[in-house]
């Protein structure tokens, strides 16, 4: 299985700050990863798909990158009800699309 | 608007049995691949098992293969994950999520349901 992983697993950070975090696939995924958003007990959101590709109604400060095997998440302006959990998601071996461990973000 | 809605968790004794379920509605239900995902409390998402739009070719992930069940009735929108031989480790919230895709091979979650509680504990 292809194992996923994140880092940092926390960060705290500011209003306005611009964070980055990022997952690492344990073999080439080439672009099939999914970023997803989750706060507490709520359901997990998807955000980005694609690596790149801005799911519909989510804001454009959230943005990703990356191919292969390293996958970056970034929001430009950090805004209050971004402090939340994200996951990224493994979308190459169909259908055991397994989850990284995620990394928090808290306010500074 | 998609909408998914679990119903069926609680409190079950290990080694005992349960059955979750996830209404749909807001979509074309037997043209989706359909998954469920768990959640341990203060842990992270761990996919389950997944089962194709017509019901074939289920998928489980080792930690609960042979013990857990995916099955659908199209006719009625209706997903379930009937769970024996429940171990403590299997005490989470479980979800159920729509896959959709686009140029074939480009998948992931795009709902997901509010979850539902299973504890296995004597």
């Known amino acids: 299985d292809i194992q996923m992983t994140q880092s940092p697993s926390s960060l705290s950070a500011s209003v306005g700050d611009r964070v980055s975090f990022t997952c690492r696939a344990s073999?080439?995924?080439?672009?099939?990863v999914n970023w997803y958003q989750q706060k507490p007990g709520k359901a997990p959101r998807l955000l980005i798909y694609?690596?790149?590709s801005l799911q519909s109604g989510v804001p454009s400060r959230f943005s990703g990158s990356g191919s292969g095997t390293v996958f970056t998440l970034t929001i430009s302006s950090l805004q209050l009800e971004d402090f939340a959990t994200y996951y990224c998601?493994?979308?190459?071996?169909?259908?055991?699309?397994?989850f990284g461990p995620g990394t928090k973000v808290d306010i500074k | 608007q998609a909408q998914l809605v679990e119903s069926g968790g609680g409190v079950v004794q290990p080694g005992g049995s349960l059955t979750v379920s996830c209404e749909a509605s807001?979509?074309?239900?037997?043209?989706?691949?359909m998954h469920w995902v768990r959640q341990a409390p203060g842990k992270g998402l761990e996919w389950v098992a997944f089962?194709?739009?017509?019901?074939?070719?289920?998928e489980y992930a080792d930690s609960v293969k042979g013990r857990f069940t995916v099955s659908r009735d199209n006719s009625k929108n209706t997903l379930s994950l009937h769970m024996k031989s429940l171990r403590a480790d299997d005490t989470a919230v479980y979800y159920c999520?729509?896959?959709?895709?686009?140029?074939?091979?480009?998948?992931?979650?795009?709902?997901w349901g509010q979850g539902t509680l299973v504890t296995v504990s004597s």
């Open positions: 999520a729509k896959e959709d895709y686009e140029l074939i091979l480009v998948y992931y979650f795009d709902y």
């Open positions: 807001g979509f074309r239900f037997g043209s989706y691949g």
């Open positions: 089962i194709r739009h017509d019901g074939s070719s289920p």
């Open positions: 073999e080439s995924i080439h672009t099939y």
């Open positions: 694609s690596a790149s």
């Open positions: 998601q493994q979308a190459y071996s169909t259908p055991r699309f397994t």
